[in-house]
Nanobody
Framework: QVQLVESGGGLVQAGDSLRLSCAASGRTFSSYVMGWFRQAPGKEREFVAAISWSGNTYYGDSVKGRFTISRDNAKNTVFLQIGTLKPEDTAVYYC??????????????????WGQGTQVTVSS
């Protein structure tokens, strides 16, 4: 069992940067693929980024170049650095973990554990 707790969200202005954190419980954190998703009101959950245990990173097309995912296995934490925020980045951001190393990392159904989410609101 893995528990995930996100933090770092809030109300920011367009153009600002933000770093989200996701703290995970469990001794096998380093073996999980970790992902970030977001969901805006009235929209489907959208893949943002994922990172493998070895540090390989993957990004959704809408965030490439502005978002950076990283992880600290010693601290059981995964981060999402968001640069140059836009109003369309407003959403609840979720951290997720998956045991499976193979498959589509952008598919939320492939993740086994989810956090409760942290709200990011970007004002124009």
């Amino acid at each position: 069992q893995v528990q995930l707790v996100e933090s770092g969200g809030g109300l920011v202005q367009a153009g600002d940067s933000l770093r989200l954190s996701c703290a995970a419980s469990g001794r096998t954190f380093s073996s999980y693929v970790m992902g970030w998703f977001r969901q805006a009101p009235g929209k489907e959950r959208e893949f943002v980024a994922a990172i493998s245990w070895s540090g390989n990173t993957y990004y959704g097309d809408s965030v490439k170049g502005r978002f950076t995912i990283s992880r600290d296995n010693a601290k059981n934490t995964v981060f999402l650095q968001i640069g140059t925020l836009k109003p369309e980045d407003t959403a609840v951001y979720y951290c997720a973990a998956r045991r499976g190393l193979y498959g589509n990392y952008g598919d939320p159904s492939g993740y086994d554990y989810w956090g409760q989410g942290t709200q990011v609101t970007v004002s124009s």
